[in-house]
């Protein structure tokens, strides 16, 4: 079973404004490499993760198939996607193995893929 791990980075960047869940490309970045959820660690741009080689992957992106509820009660949202949100397939090769997989915003600049 997955276990799901926030990024404390995360939740700085939504108090900043980085994140707009309604247009900003949503991706799924694959490693072998644990990520940290610590600030004082890191892993808070995509930069600091470990990535495979995609070069034979389908599409990341999950954006189209996201939903954030706003509030389902005073201090709790919900970030959900479809189980089958993103298929990855390889074409022309292999991609992988991986471990884990990390969601990013592919669209601020500043900071560059959060």
Excluded at 76 to 92: M, N
């Amino acid at each position: 079973m997955a276990t799901y791990t926030k990024f404390q980075g995360f939740i700085e960047h939504l108090a900043h404004g980085v994140h707009n869940f309604a247009s900003d490309a949503i991706t799924v970045a694959l490693t072998n490499t644990a990520p940290s959820a610590s600030l004082s660690t890191a892993n808070t741009i995509l930069s600091q993760i470990t990535e495979i080689d995609y070069t034979y992957c389908s599409s990341r992106l999950l954006s189209n198939n996201i939903s954030v509820l706003w509030p389902l009660s005073p201090y709790y949202y919900k970030f959900a996607a479809d189980p089958e949100a993103v298929i990855l397939t390889a074409s022309g090769g292999s991609v992988g193995p991986f471990r884990y997989a990390v969601l990013y915003n592919d669209t601020p600049s500043s900071p560059l893929n959060p």
